[in-house]
Nanobody, 116 residues
Framework: EVQLVESGGGLVQPGGSLRLSCAAS????????MRWVRQAPGKGLDWVSA????????YYADSMQGRSNISRDNAKNTMFLQMNDLKPDDTAVYYC?????????WGQGTQVTVSS
């Protein structure tokens, strides 16, 4: 059974940091490009960051550029998103997504709330 399980979300004050994790199982993690996607309350899905299969290439949305770092550990089938200097606009459910060709897998999401 394919599973993507996010963790690490929570309530944080503006300017704070969080490290999200995405644990994968049931498929060959190292063969999949990975992404973080978020959905703010009442809004659509927004792409946040992406990383290629070997971790050699990473990409960030403008809103997260300079404030975040995506990484992966293929030996542990896990992806990470370190987010710093968080802002109230970063409040959203954060999902991890795996993609290889026509195959897409999604996690259930983890809530990030940035508020004082």
């Amino acid at each position: 059974e394919v599973q993507l399980v996010e963790s690490g979300g929570g309530l944080v004050q503006p300017g704070g940091s969080l490290r999200l994790s995405c644990a994968a199982s049931g498929f060959t993690f190292s063969n999949y490009d990975m992404r973080w996607v978020r959905q703010a309350p009442g809004k659509g899905l927004d792409w946040v960051s992406a990383i290629k299969t070997d971790g050699g290439s990473t990409y960030y949305a403008d809103s997260m550029q300079g404030r975040s770092n995506i990484s992966r550990d293929n030996a542990k089938n896990t992806m990470f998103l370190q987010m710093n200097d968080l802002k109230p606009d970063d409040t959203a459910v954060y999902y991890c997504k795996a993609n290889s060709g026509p195959y897409d897998y999604w996690g259930q999401g983890t809530q990030v709330t940035v508020s004082s």
